[in-house]
């Protein structure tokens, strides 16, 4: 065994490569062999075996990359080393010949896979950042680590780093010697529509979905990406409501003749959700009958969506026709259960129309009105906004007032003595004059309040119960 590891070092010290592609035929070749040796076998040929990253820089990579499919080789280590290889290929002024872009992502495809497995992924993330800065020639490149740095972002919860990639617009691929993976491209558009989807960017979500179908060879090469996108991409055609995007026809076709059973559930929830006849209690009793195929897919979230979207619609007919309805009656013809899940209703059709849900809980009523009914002037702003700072200049007065009082010594003395009057003519204050501090203290508190209510109306808040206002760098879909 020790044998093949020494020959493989001898063919990468030799550079009898077969010319640039060699090593990556050393990559295709070795790779799966070499990861069934012991971590001692594996690690001795990476640090004794005399490879230098200026000759040998395609050797290393494949050993970093068999020593990330090893379970038995430390992890840690393993993720120091392929940093510290990593590193030394930014720094080069150009990577050695037989290094190829492509054979840097075949080793970021093996680490991204053992951390996942180890349940370490929020420790990639950085090494794929860095990865991508290395292979892409500008911001704007498409690059074979691209998907990895999503999926470990999806398992370890962080999607900032991811969200920041997504909203880059990608419009080229990097070019390599060898090849560029089918599956980093499908992989990329696939794990971005999952986690805009996640962030309820519905739209943007289907978009990238929708693009997976469009990919050539798809079925043959990621058939299991073709299956869960179409399952995703049904959900995400009815969350995005009117904003539907085409699927090729030879993919249709291809739904019809083999993935039917596959997609089967989602299909009958698509026709429920597109029937004429609102009913909550044969649509819920469908989502329950699928509820194992639906959380096996990892897709509860969707259909959580798809259920309030379903029960919105109908809210929105309602709005439509009444200005103002008992809550007890919307609650009986949505099928909700309380006032909370009313309440979440109001905010999901703020969200997604024109109207505007109030829940008065004083006499049990709902009301409607149009958002254009509640519209703020420029002239009503800057009146309130003037209003608002001139109490809060009263309030810093009367701050520096309370300050005054508080950190006189007779003061701090006469309270000390329960108010009792000093001897001996040292002034101090009377017990009106702690009475008016009070009062002060009191007129303070107040006008705070007002301030605060004042300079909230000016910014469009509003406290009213069943709207919410938010905030995110891409429009709420």
């Known amino acids: ?93 150009t990577l050695p010949r037989t290094l190829d872009k492509h054979l840097i992502a075949v080793l970021c495809v093996h680490l991204a896979d053992r951390l996942i497995q180890d349940k370490a992924a929020k420790h990639g993330i950085a090494f794929m950042q860095q ?9 704007h490149q498409l690059t074979e680590v691209h998907y990895l740095l999503l999926r470990l972002c999806l398992e370890s919860k962080n999607y900032r780093p991811a969200l920041d990639v997504l909203e880059t617009n990608l419009y080229d691929i990097v070019p390599g010697k060898s090849s ?33 179908f ?56 698509q026709e429920q959700f597109s029937c004429e006849k609102y009913d909550a209690g044969a649509f819920d009793a469908l989502v329950e009958k699928h509820a194992v195929v639906f959380a096996q897919d990892g897709n509860m979230s969707l259909i959580h969506h798809v259920v309030k979207r379903y029960k919105t619609r109908e809210l929105l007919k309602i709005a439509k026709v009444y200005e103002n309805l008992q809550a007890t009656a919307v609650i009986e013809r949505l099928g909700l259960t309380d006032l909370e899940a009313l309440e979440s209703q109001l905010i999901d059709l703020y969200s997604y129309s024109d109207l505007i849900g109030r829940l008065d809980e004083s006499n049990g009523s709902v009301f409607f009105t149009k958002k254009s009914a509640c ?13 608002a700072t ?17 950190s006189d010594p007779e003061y701090l003395r006469k309270t000390a003595h329960g108010g009792e009057g000093g001897s001996g003519g040292g002034g101090g204050m009377s017990r009106d004059d702690v009475l008016a501090v009070a009062e002060a203290m009191q ?3 107040a006008l705070q309040a007002s301030a605060a209510m004042q300079q909230g109306s000016a910014n469009g808040g509003g406290a009213t119960r069943g709207m919410s206002s938010r905030s995110g760098r891409r429009t709420m879909d």
């Not at 990865?131 to 911001?139: D, H, M, R, V």
Request: charged fraction near 15%.
């Open 1 to 93: 065994m020790n044998m093949r590891i020494d020959d493989f070092v001898a063919v990468v010290k030799s550079g009898n490569t077969g010319g640039d592609d060699g090593a990556f035929r050393v990559s295709g070749q070795l790779i799966k062999e070499l990861k069934k040796f012991s971590a001692a076998d594996l690690e001795g040929a990476h640090s004794n075996a005399g490879l230098e990253f200026s000759k040998h820089a395609h050797g290393l990579a494949v050993l970093l990359s068999a020593k990330a499919a090893n379970p038995n080789c430390p992890l840690p280590q393993t993720l120091q080393q392929s940093e510290a290889f990593l590193n030394r290929c930014s720094a080069a002024a």
């Open 131 to 139: 990865a991508i800065a290395l292979l892409a020639e500008n911001p």
């Open 180 to 212: 560029f993976e089918m599956n980093a491209l499908v992989g990329y558009y696939y794990y971005g529509s999952i986690i805009l989807a996640a962030h309820r960017f519905f739209r943007s979500a289907l978009q990238y979905v929708s693009i997976v």
């Open 214 to 269: 469009h990919i050539p060879n798809l079925v043959h090469s990621s058939s299991q990406y073709a299956v869960d996108a179409f399952k995703k991409y049904l959900l995400l055609s009815i969350l995005a409501r009117d904003h539907g995007v085409g699927i090729p026809r030879y993919f249709l076709r291809q739904v019809e003749s083999q993935m039917q059973k596959f997609v089967g559930p989602y299909l009958q929830l």
């Open 375 to 387: 519209a703020v002037t420029d002239g009503v702003v800057h009146e309130v906004q003037d209003s």
């Open 390 to 406: 001139a109490l809060q200049s009263i309030v810093d007065i009367l701050n520096t007032f309370e300050i005054d009082i508080l």
């Open 443 to 445: 007129l303070r508190e």
